[in-house]
């Protein structure tokens, strides 16, 4: 059984930071890759990035590069996302996932294993 538990989303002003939290229990997630996923309402889920297990092999969309950093603390099972320069388009729910492998696949369906999501919500 594993479990994913979000932390650390709010309301803030555009322009402002939040950083995200995912701590992970249950099986051993340590070698597998994790990464942050968003969904807008009447949206789809996206990626916003991913990470390796040794914390490299690192991803961004687009529209979030240069503002935010993944990162992880493999030893305490946790992973990071520190959101700089918010904008009203970063507004979402925001989860973290756990991939099948150490391999950080892009593609949704390769991550089994899923928090509940954190509100972010950027006012203009």
């Known amino acids: 059984q594993v479990q994913l538990v979000e932390s650390g989303g709010g309301l803030v002003q555009a322009g402002g930071s939040l950083r995200l939290s995912c701590a992970a229990s249950?099986?051993?997630?340590?070698?597998?890759?994790m990464g942050w996923f968003r969904q807008a309402p009447g949206k789809e889920r996206e990626i916003v990035a991913t990470i390796n297990w040794i914390g490299s092999g690192i991803y961004y969309r687009d529209s979030v590069k240069g503002r935010f950093t993944i990162s992880r603390d493999s030893a305490e099972n946790t992973m990071y996302l520190r959101m700089n320069s918010l904008k009203p388009e970063d507004t979402a729910v925001y989860y973290c996932?756990?991939?099948?492998?150490?391999?950080?696949?892009?593609?949704?369906?390769?991550?089994?294993?899923w928090g509940q999501g954190t509100q972010v919500t950027v006012s203009s």
């Open positions: 249950g099986r051993t997630l340590s070698t597998r890759a």
């Open positions: 996932a756990s991939a099948r492998s150490s391999y950080p696949s892009l593609l949704i369906a390769d991550y089994p294993y």
